[in-house]
């Protein structure tokens, strides 16, 4: 047995907790674990407080003189979240139709899971680190006495894979997952 739900939430505060109490209900429900519910749903929470904050700055696109030209894009006060739960994982998707990640953030595996390139005794076999087993890009340093932007780096932390990702013209994308573990006699056990 599996669920799978979604959730198309306007861009407000009042969604955050509305998000993450669904998720923890159909948590405990399953019976997963209350230390991983734990995990996923402050992870969800930073997800949907980034699109609550950042999703909806894209303009429609068209023609200059269009009336909707340079307009918020009609889906600009939305954002949806998807979970999935089975046997075995949990993954959650949260997407917004705002501008999407700079470029460099498109894409990165959790935090934990990065592995550093072996060194190797030949130099002419060694690895450049952009060769490494996990290509993607990490995000820059960060200003730890800043009022924002750990919330990305604090869903890797909590999450075993991440995907922070744009849907051109769309907006942002970020998926998550993490490895299930059951409370005995729970609905879904792998």
Known sequence: MSIWWSLHLRREAASVPLARRFL??????AGVDPDISFDLSVALSEACANAVEHGGDRTALGEPGDSGYGHPAADSGQYRVTAYLDGEKCRIE???????????????PA????????????PQQSQHPQQSQHPQQALPPRDTEAE???GLDLIQQLSDHVQFGNRPGHGAVVRFDKVLKWREGALLTA
Request: aromatic share 2%; proline share 8%.
């Open 148 to 150: 924002s932007g750990r």
């Open 94 to 108: 949260v997407s917004d139709s705002g501008p999407g990640f700079p470029a460099r953030r498109a894409l990165r």
């Open 111 to 122: 935090a934990h899971a990065v592995q550093q390139p072996q060194q190797s005794q030949h």
């Open 24 to 29: 923890l209900g159909t948590m405990e429900t």
